[in-house]
Antibody, heavy 119, light 109 residues
Framework: QVQLQESGPGLVKPSETLSLTCAVA?????????WGWFRQPPGKGLEWIGS???????FYNPSLQSRVTTSGDTSINQFSLRLKSVTAADTALYYC????????????WGQGTLVTVSS | EIVLTQSPGTLSLSPGERATLSCRAS???????LVWYQQKPGQAPRLLIY???SRATGIPHRFSGSGSGTDFTLTISRLEPEDFAVYYC??????????FGPGTKVDLK
């Protein structure tokens, strides 16, 4: 059973950078899966932020691409998200997850971490 | 940009009834990349169906997916109490990434 756990500040000030880490247990991020970030504003739907493969290949939501960076550290089996210049519109529950690209199915998710952007 | 529309927004049904949820794409898409999820309050989404019609591991047979082109359907043959939730369809594209529909809430009548 793959386990993912998000961690990071729950409160970020406007214009600052949101940084989250996802620790993966019981599965190596060096495997042939992708590792992604998704978010869900309170009471709203799901949005993809970006994904990374252990080879270092990344791809991002075109609407967020200018502000997003994802990275991975295979030595500690974690991957990370940085979203810069945040505004209140970035307040959401942030999920890390595992997915494949044969069908685009996201099969394992973290429990999510709420990030609020406020001064 | 492909947009996914789900209908109805809310479906009010009783246990034992059949649920039929619709997902429509703004242009024809490959069914290989159409996925369905279930989300309950306070939980992460759960993968139900991938490739439009293949059940994910551990998903009960009462869940089935169908469709092609622009129109896709998730059917729950007989609703169990644990099936009352929000259901999302999702499309994957190699250049566009993941696109989600707005969701259909299945609630208790």
């Amino acid at each position: 059973q793959v386990q993912l756990q998000e961690s990071g500040p729950g409160l970020v000030k406007p214009s600052e950078t949101l940084s989250l880490t996802c620790a993966v247990a019981d599965y190596s991020i060096s495997s042939d899966y992708w590792w992604g970030w998704f978010r869900q504003p309170p009471g709203k739907g799901l949005e993809w932020i970006g994904s990374i493969h252990h080879t270092g290949t990344t791809f991002y939501n075109p609407s967020l691409q200018s502000r997003v960076t994802t990275s991975g550290d295979t030595s500690i089996n974690q991957f990370s998200l940085r979203l810069k210049s945040v505004t209140a519109a970035d307040t959401a529950l942030y999920y890390c997850a595992r997915h494949e690209i044969k069908h685009g199915a996201i099969d394992y998710w973290g429990q999510g971490t709420l990030v609020t952007v406020s001064s | 940009e492909i947009v996914l529309t789900q209908s109805p927004g809310t479906l009010s049904l009783s246990p034992g009834e059949r649920a039929t949820l619709s997902c429509r794409a703004s242009q024809s898409v490959s069914s290989s990349y159409l996925v369905w999820y279930q989300q309950k309050p306070g939980q992460a989404p759960r993968l139900l169906i991938y490739g439009a019609s293949s059940r994910a591991t551990g998903i009960p047979h009462r869940f089935s997916g169908s469709g092609s082109g622009t129109d896709f359907t998730l059917t729950i043959s007989r609703l169990e109490p644990e099936d009352f939730a929000v259901y999302y369809c999702q499309l994957y594209g190699s250049s566009t990434g993941f696109t989600f529909g707005p969701g259909t809430k299945v609630d208790l009548k």
